[in-house]
């Protein structure tokens, strides 16, 4: 039998494709690794027994991983692999290691000044990863692999797009750059599509196979989800929702145009809005707790938001047709002062009105993930899923 990194690569096999099912997954049964790998019950119960009989799945108790089925829930081995998620944040990089259940083993923030480059970032993921490998008796080398979630868009290859987040990051080249420095398979996705990623392994989209993230935070971001993989696009900038023109005399973008929906419903602009009514800095944090709490001002500032961003999702739903629409980000933790002008707003804007004859309109989740969680773990879903991969390992 072959170790757990050689079958994760192994497209072929039964047992490749069910361990990759599993480190989807987390834990499943038989039956629902048969119906996702669309390998019969007799040859998934063949492959079962040789990865039980070299440790690499085990059985788990149904109960004690919270799914109450009477089915035997099936896990790979805790100890049978470990994988590493990386977000470059604003003035942050973050770096968790998990088992093969998902159990995150390692958590590391590491503050750095905003406008780093990416080098100084890949130097400090090398060692604080060195350093968190060792604490678990591993090296890099024996990573699965390492994910990396980057606040702009990213082509297939690994360059950066445009840098949002990170201006100075444009045209980077994050295969070259990491792979100098670590020695295992890079994933890297945007931010947005991690946050996908993480609320179908984890979060509010779990057995969902269709629906649009839309992410409010300091900027406007999203994913589309479709037959449960997240859609790229052609140069893999799909789903960059924030840069939907609604005024094109409007306000100016990052992106180089005017009147894009995130110059409305975008934290960096609600924030300077906030400051000139208020004539005091603000964080997007104090920001969303003053709209919160309804406070003067704020109140209008938001519902103004959730006007423009309703709009918005209501053009892709005119679009697209989902079936469901997931609200991410800062924003989103404001509540109901956010999400019910964005209903409203959204059925004004769109054909899938819900008083429409014979129309099914889409349904609204928070997600799960509101903090900076979704990005670092999609970053980990990113290899349990063997999404994004940019750098082939050297077998
Ligand atoms: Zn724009």
Redesign the pocket.
């Known amino acids: 039998m072959q170790n757990i990194n050689e079958l994760f690569l192994d497209h072929d096999s039964p047992a490749g494709r069910l361990v990759r099912g599993l480190a989807a997954f987390g834990a499943a049964t038989a039956g629902q690794l048969s119906k996702s790998t669309g390998l019969g019950r007799s040859t998934v119960s063949t492959a079962l027994t040789e990865l039980r009989d070299a440790g690499i799945v085990i059985d788990v108790d149904a109960k004690a991983s919270g799914f109450g089925r009477p089915s035997q829930l099936l896990s790979l081995s805790p100890g049978s692999g470990r994988c590493a998620g990386v977000l470059l944040g604003l003035g942050e990089i973050r770096i968790v290691i998990c088992d093969m259940t998902h159990a995150v083993l390692s958590d590391v923030w590491i503050p750095i000044r905003r406008d780093y480059t990416p080098e100084e970032a890949a130097d400090q993921v090398r060692d604080s990863l060195t350093s968190q490998c060792q604490s678990l008796g591993i090296t890099i080398a024996d990573l699965l692999g390492v994910g990396v979630a980057i606040s702009a868009p990213l082509s297939y290859d690994g360059k950066v797009l445009n840098g949002d987040v990170l201006p100075t990051w444009a045209g980077v080249d994050l295969a070259e750059i990491f792979s100098t420095r670590l020695d295992c398979p890079l994933h890297a996705e945007n931010e947005s599509h991690c946050g996908a990623l993480a609320e179908m392994t984890w979060g509010s989209t779990v057995g969902e196979s269709d629906f649009i993230l839309y992410k409010f935070d300091l900027g406007v971001g999203g994913a589309i989800v479709r037959d449960g993989a997240v859609v790229r696009g052609v140069s893999g900038s799909a789903a960059e929702f ?2 939907i ?1 609604l005024d094109p005399d409007g306000a100016y ?5 005017r009147g ?1 929906l ?2 409305y419903a975008g934290g960096y602009h609600l924030i300077r809005r906030a400051e000139e009514f208020s004539g005091q800095p603000v964080t997007i944090d104090q920001f969303v707790e003053r709209a919160r709490e309804g406070r003067i001002g704020y109140r209008r500032f938001i519902e103004d938001a959730a006007e423009k961003a309703g709009w918005g999702m209501g053009i892709t739903s005119s679009i697209l047709n989902p079936p469901l629409f997931v609200i991410a980000g800062k924003l989103a933790t404001i509540g109901k002062a956010f999400l019910e002008p964005l209903e409203r707003s959204f059925n004004r804007h769109t054909l899938q009105h819900p008083d429409l004859p014979g129309v099914s309109a889409p349904r609204f989740v928070v997600a799960k993930f509101l903090g900076n969680d979704d990005t670092v773990m999609g970053a980990v879903a990113l290899v349990l899923r063997q999404h994004g991969r940019i750098v082939s390992p050297a077998t």
């Open positions: 924030g840069h023109v973008c990052r992106c180089g145009n894009c995130q110059t």
